[in-house]
């Protein structure tokens, strides 16, 4: 890895605003190949690698998590982690329609449990990161 | 032009419809990547994609973002007549470098 000349301490992470994701919009890009998880009006962030698996998105000034980022989503994540492949499989239509049926929802908030799940276990076994300054969840 | 004189370009669609929109706080910034590209920081080899390179170049983005990376993807692909053309994929704000990229190049 090369010189580092970011500090890791200029950055303070509020990890009790994940559950920001639960009310996150996803979105597919297809031509890249990335997957983000975002407000509907996607906030100015910076993005913080974890261990190479996707970007959190994060406001540089309030700590808040505004979003989430996974590049090469079908061709390396979900190969890497096939238990959120069938999960992905139902929800991907949905990520392009501007309003899903209400019948639909259940399925689009079953997605963003399981992707919560999955974050929140993989920030927990890779806590590597703590370097990061952390403002724990309340 | 990159640091090795190969031509960069970004679509318009890309730059619209995927750098800008999901990463707001790129508006505006096109000059920061241009100079970015041309004076890289570091340059990584994507450990997944043989033809895509990572350039980072700290301290350029405005305000809040001063003290942050600017991460700029770039795929590299023969054009027709064998010359190379780099197409930027993605740019955005970042805290660290990606994990498990391969560092080939450092600014001395």
Same mark, same amino acid.
């Given at each position: 890895m090369g010189r580092e000349?970011?500090?890791?301490?200029?950055l303070q992470i509020d990890y009790g605003t994940m559950n920001n994701i639960k009310s996150f919009t996803p979105v597919y890009h297809k031509d890249e190949d990335t997957f983000f998880l975002r407000p509907k009006k996607p906030c100015p962030a910076t993005s913080v690698d974890w261990e190479g698996e996707f970007w959190l998105r994060v406001d540089? #000034?309030?700590? #808040?998590?505004?979003g989430l980022e996974i590049e090469?989503? #079908?061709?390396v994540f979900l190969k890497k982690h096939p238990e959120l492949a069938s999960a992905w499989k139902e929800a991907k239509p949905l990520c392009h329609r501007k309003k899903p049926h209400s019948y639909e929802e259940t399925t689009w908030e079953a997605f963003l449990r399981i992707i919560l799940e999955f974050l929140q276990t993989f920030l927990k076994k890779n806590p590597q990161q703590a370097s990061f300054g952390a403002i724990l969840a309340h | 032009m990159d640091k090795d004189g190969v031509t960069v370009v970004c679509s318009r669609d890309t730059w619209e419809n995927h750098v800008v929109s999901e990463?707001? /706080?790129? /508006?505006?910034?096109e000059a920061y990547v241009k100079a970015s590209i041309e004076k890289p920081y570091q340059i990584y080899q994507d450990s997944k994609h043989p033809n895509q390179k990572t350039i980072y170049r700290p301290?350029?983005?405005?305000?809040?973002?001063?003290?942050q990376y600017l991460r700029i993807a770039v795929k590299y692909r023969k054009r027709k007549f064998g010359n190379l053309v780099g197409y930027i994929s993605t740019a955005f704000a970042c805290h660290n470098k990606k994990k498990g990229d391969i560092l080939i190049w450092e600014e001395k």
């Open positions: 000349i970011i500090g890791s301490d200029r540089p #000034e309030s700590g #808040e998590i505004v090469d989503f #079908e061709t | 990463h707001p /706080e790129m /508006e505006g910034c301290f350029i983005l405005p305000k809040p973002f001063h003290t």
